[in-house]
């Protein structure tokens, strides 16, 4: 009995203790920790729509920018029919593509620009789980609790590198990392009851969410062993339903392939991913201050860690440092970019005494303008508003302006090229800019011109001028500057001016015809090219020079509008339009754009602020061919009569014509139909003159008769002693004709000179102009096909300083197209 | 469990003649390629990408290499490594084979996670079919010899934690030709085909050409691979 008693007190304590402690412990964990990343659902489409994220522009679109240079590229295509899906699973998301970036790449922690483009860390994260779509894995089915413990074993306990489990219920999938495991056991008899906790990386975070959230999730199962052999095995308590259903290792893209996204370059992925900060990363202090000349520059203020005397994160200001002389203007525009994170902006003068600061909140901007009156580097400083240990983004707007300035009023995106022509006639020395200027004013990109560079013709995208908002261009020099600009669509669709002086801005401008009646459509623009911000009144006139409707607009500084005529209120039946400002500060620059929808030719002409008692045309073509269009207003206070006198070729008058113009009145014919007793062909040129002394303005159009070429410039008064056209088209089916007249009352002679890129005079030749004779010639025939094939620039200058007007046309053989403008005279 | 192993080892070559003599009436067919130091031959095989089980990736071409005949423990070894042939993969096998019997008793699977390298040691145990695991370099070997047509059971153990979990591996053995059979891969001659089936699932299919090193195709659950003809 006693035997048998010990025998079961044995028994009882073996089990008891069997039952009662555990056996083992253990802890495993991978050698690093994934990420935590949005799983970006479906039913959002963040990736694409940035739905749940920062709105547009979304990852994906970012992506396409930087890379394509368009928001709906082929990644957001692709993305959109894949990662957009309104009607699917509330569960359905890209949780695989993230487990498999968080396990393979390395956490993106800051935000960093890329090609001019800020990609928050959500962003990246974004980019890297699209990446990973399609990404290689090896599968793990997980059926039996031995499945699921030895992948842990062999991954996070052996290789120590994390896995990703489905740990989904109810037939959801949710992949995680899995990085970490601890496991103990109890056994009784031949049975050990597992109790298994994994650590997994959790993707219901803020986008932009920087480190790993871990939970945990606790599996039971048992082994039935025999020795050491497990003989049977199964899942317990709520593990039977809710145990993982498999596991996936990734594995890294060869380099060279990539996704399931055709339309990301992996490579290019990680460019981004890895671009921390801005370009200037590292700009610190005055000593490290980075150097700027004018442009657009997206930053972001970046962190660094500090330990004392509390461990943290601290944002550094940035440093920038712009050379400048005396007489040019330091403008500066900074927008803080996020919420509640503001920003200071501090000018330094070269001696690094404090000028001015602005306090900018955040999603605010603010501006300094600084006139310079000492030669050196001016510092700019943007440093945090507070210390909170976030990377405030921003964006800076610099521009040098510099003592020669120059408008091209346009900047047309898509398919229209914006070619220009820069020349310093004179030479060069010093600083010359080109700056992009968005419709707001604010530059979006600048070009400084290489050193010594004095003649220079490409097109804006060339120049890296890569971003035309349909604003304009502004272009700084230290030396004086001509330029022309030509935008031109395909083969068939062009309009070009001249560059408008910054002299040319004025307080009161007229607009001295609109072409809307017989099909055609006028544009009209105004830009405020003044520091300030102006409120700038509309006066419309309609054809008797009556005032018919007035209206005030603000136009900010640097802002540009541009409207059609037929749509804007205020131009209701009316013929002409002043714009003024009401603080007379001389700021404004405007053009018309007239076009005939029914054919393709169309203009540009700018509108300045220039009017006189005598107009004169200094060539007039009208043949079967071409016509010449003249439009003139009265911008007087009183009623005019109005002569035109018409000129042969030879200088001699043949045709007189006379109309009564009233105070803002215009007149607009074309010059054949002006002088009805002349044959067309023979008037060459046409003098314009108020009887009263009222001033006049007007514009000229040359056109061919089938509407397919159109030129368009402003009336001028006089002429000058030296002429200078800054390009010259005259190879590869274009020529370049030139009306040149002598206004004068004595014959005078006028020598033509051709120069190479560098200056190089190639060619001259002289011509005798007779009082008011007018010469009309293409260059080619003045200086033969090999000369003009080099030749760069023409100059034209009267022997004895007695000035001459020209006119430039600038003409494709094929016939569809044509600009021109007045020969130097901005 | 070596008891069983030794017991399989010892009936091996009787269960072979016995399924050699019962399928068909030709002459039993023994096959065991043949590896020297210096062989070398490509295989490119593709995998398995999300989120589409039945997608399969951009082909990644692996080079086998024999690159050593080593000696251990009175024992000879052939030494396969194998890696991806434009190396960018950063994904390699080392692969240690018994020469006596080419049966695979150590797999050291090399990778890189974020630029440091893991390597994995599998010991394989040998004289049972190895399945290819824990890498993306293709390592599924059969117990040679090859013999048509055979069936033969065999046990494979795997490690859990401390535990082991036996379960069986058939391995099936027999001539084939057409290339329905032989899924990506061209008509050719007749050729073995090999299935290695555990309990409910497939282990791995292979086909051998007699002529060549490794099998003209195979596959297994993660996996396809072909040989390259070069």
Not at chain 1, 465 to 469: F, G
């Given at each position: 009995m006693r035997k048998r008693f010990y025998l079961f007190l044995t028994a009882f304590v073996l089990v008891f203790l069997g039952q009662a402690a555990p056996v083992r412990c253990s802890s495993y964990e991978a050698a690093y920790i994934p990420w935590s990343g949005w799983w970006w659902p479906f039913t959002e489409g963040g990736l694409v729509n940035g739905s749940g994220y920062n709105g547009r522009p979304a990852p994906l679109e970012k992506y396409d920018y930087v890379t394509s240079g368009v928001y709906n590229g082929p990644a957001t295509s692709y993305g959109r029919s894949r990662y957009y899906d309104p009607g699917a699973l509330d569960w359905e998301g890209l949780c695989f593509p993230w487990s498999a970036a968080s396990i393979l790449e390395e956490e993106p922690a800051h935000k960093g620009i890329y090609n001019g483009t800020r990609f928050n860390v959500g962003d990246k994260k974004g980019l890297l789980t699209a990446a990973y779509d399609g990404v290689f894995y090896n599968y793990y089915p997980i059926g039996t609790p031995e499945e699921f413990h030895r992948v842990l074993t062999d991954y996070i306990g052996s290789q120590r590198t994390p896995i990703i489990m489905d740990i989904g219920t109810d037939g959801e999938i949710w992949n995680h990392p899995v990085f970490k495991y601890e496991t103990q056991y109890t056994q009784t008899v031949n049975r050990r009851h597992y109790t298994t906790t994994i650590r997994y990386v959790f993707d219901n975070v803020d986008p932009d969410y920087v480190g790993s959230r871990v939970l945990e999730t606790t599996y039971s199962y048992y082994f039935d062993v025999d020795g050491e052999e497990i003989t049977a095995s199964g899942w317990e308590g709520e593990s039977v339903a809710t145990h993982p259903k498999n596991a996936r290792e990734p594995y890294p893209y060869p380099s060279g392939t990539q996704g399931s996204n055709t339309g990301i370059d992996f490579d290019e992925v990680i460019k981004i991913v890895t671009a921390d900060g801005d370009v200037y990363k590292g700009n610190n202090s005055f000593e490290d201050a980075a150097t700027l000349s004018s442009g657009f520059y997206p930053l972001i203020l970046s962190t660094r860690r500090v330990?004392?005397?509390?461990p943290g994160w601290v944002t550094d200001s940035d440093y920038f440092k712009v050379p400048m002389n005396p007489g040019d203007v330091l403008c500066v525009r900074v927008k803080a970019l996020e919420d509640d994170q503001g920003v200071v902006l501090r000018i330094y003068d070269p001696d690094r005494r404090l000028l001015r600061e602005t306090g900018i909140e955040g999603n605010g901007s603010g501006a300094q303008t600084v006139p310079i009156d000492v030669p050196g580097e001016f510092t700019i400083e943007i440093s945090p508003a507070a210390q909170t240990g976030e990377e405030p983004g921003y964006e800076l707007f610099l521009r040098q302006e510099l003592a020669h300035q120059g408008i091209f009023v346009l900047d047309p995106s898509g398919t229209w090229a914006n070619g220009l022509a820069l020349l310093h006639p004179d030479g060069r020395e010093g600083k010359t800019i080109i700056s992009q200027m968005d419709r707001d004013g604010y530059i979006q990109a600048g070009y400084p011109v290489p050193p010594g560079v004095c003649h220079m013709v490409g097109h804006a995208r060339t120049f890296g001028?890569?971003?035309?908002?349909k604003g304009y261009l502004l272009v700084d020099s230290d030396m004086p500057v001509l330029g022309l600009q030509a935008v031109a669509s395909g083969n068939s669709l062009l309009l070009g001016s001249n560059m408008i002086s910054r002299d040319n801005a004025c307080a009161d401008i007229f607009f001295p015809h609109f072409a809307v009646d017989s099909g055609w459509k006028t544009y009209w623009g105004l830009i405020n090219i003044g520091e300030e911000g102006e409120t700038v009144r509309l006066n419309a006139y309609d054809p008797s020079g009556k005032l018919l409707n007035t209206d005030t607009i603000p136009l900010a500084p640097g802002q540009k509008i541009e409207y059609d005529a037929a749509y804007t209120p205020v131009l209701s039946s009316a013929r002409t339009m002043r714009a003024f400002t009401e603080s007379g500060r001389e700021s404004l620059v405007g053009y018309l754009k007239p076009y005939n929808p029914s054919t393709i030719g169309r203009c540009l002409i700018p509108v300045l602020g220039e009017w006189e008692p005598s107009l004169m045309v200094p060539h007039v073509a009208s043949d079967d061919y071409w016509t010449t269009d003249i439009a003139v207003m009265n911008v007087g206070d009183f009623d005019s009569d109005v002569r035109f006198q018409a000129y042969n070729a030879a200088g001699e008058p043949i045709g007189i014509a006379e109309h009564r113009l009233a105070a803002k009145q215009n007149f607009a014919m074309e010059a054949s139909e002006l002088f009805s007793d002349v044959v067309p062909e023979e008037i060459a040129s046409v003098r314009i003159e108020a009887g009263d002394e009222q001033p006049l303005c007007g514009v000229l159009m040359y056109g061919s008769r089938n509407g397919l070429q159109l030129a368009g410039m402003p009336l001028h008064a006089g002429g000058s002693a030296t002429l200078c056209l800054p390009h010259l088209a005259c190879y590869n089916g274009w020529w370049t004709g030139i009306g040149l007249l002598n206004p004068n009352d004595a014959g005078t002679d006028v020598s033509f000179s051709i120069f190479d890129q560098q200056r190089t005079l190639l060619s001259l030749t002289t011509r005798r102009l007779e009082a008011n004779q007018r010469m009309a010639v293409t260059v080619r025939n003045l200086f033969g096909d090999e000369l003009t094939v080099s030749a760069k620039y023409l100059k034209i200058e009267s022997s004895d300083g007695s000035p001459v007007s020209g006119i430039y046309l600038f003409g494709s053989s094929n016939g569809f197209l044509l600009m021109g403008d007045a020969i130097g005279f901005n | 469990m070596m008891r069983k192993y030794s017991i399989l080892l010892l009936m091996l070559p009787l269960i072979c003649c016995m399924s050699a003599s019962l399928g068909e009436a030709a002459v039993a067919n023994s096959f065991s390629p043949v590896w020297r130091v210096g062989d070398h031959w490509t295989v490119k095989a593709v995998y398995r990408s999300y989120p589409d089980q039945g997608k399969w990736s951009e082909p990644v071409f692996w080079r086998y290499d024999i690159v050593e005949r080593a000696q251990e423990g009175g024992m000879e070894y052939l030494i396969m490594e194998v890696r991806d042939r434009e190396d960018r993969l950063k994904v390699s096998s080392r692969l240690v084979y018994r020469a006596e019997d080419l049966s695979l008793v150590r797999v050291e699977a090399s990778k890189t996670r974020r630029g440091k390298e893991f390597v994995t040691v599998l010991a394989c145990g040998g004289a049972a079919p190895v399945a290819t695991e824990q890498t993306l370099t293709p390592y599924d070997t059969p117990v040679f010899p090859l013999i048509c047509p055979s069936s033969l059971d065999f046990s494979v153990t795997k490690h859990v934690d401390q535990l082991k979990a036996v379960r069986t591996v058939r391995q099936e053995v027999r001539q084939v030709s057409g290339v329905e059979e032989m899924p990506g891969l061209s008509p050719g001659g007749d050729l073995i085909e090999v299935i290695c089936t555990g309990k409910d699932e497939l282990v791995f299919t292979q086909y051998w050409d007699t002529a060549l090193p490794w099998p003209v195709y195979g596959e297994n659950g993660n996996m396809k691979y072909w040989l390259v003809r070069e």
């Open positions: 330990e004392d005397p509390t001028l890569s971003s035309p908002a | -």
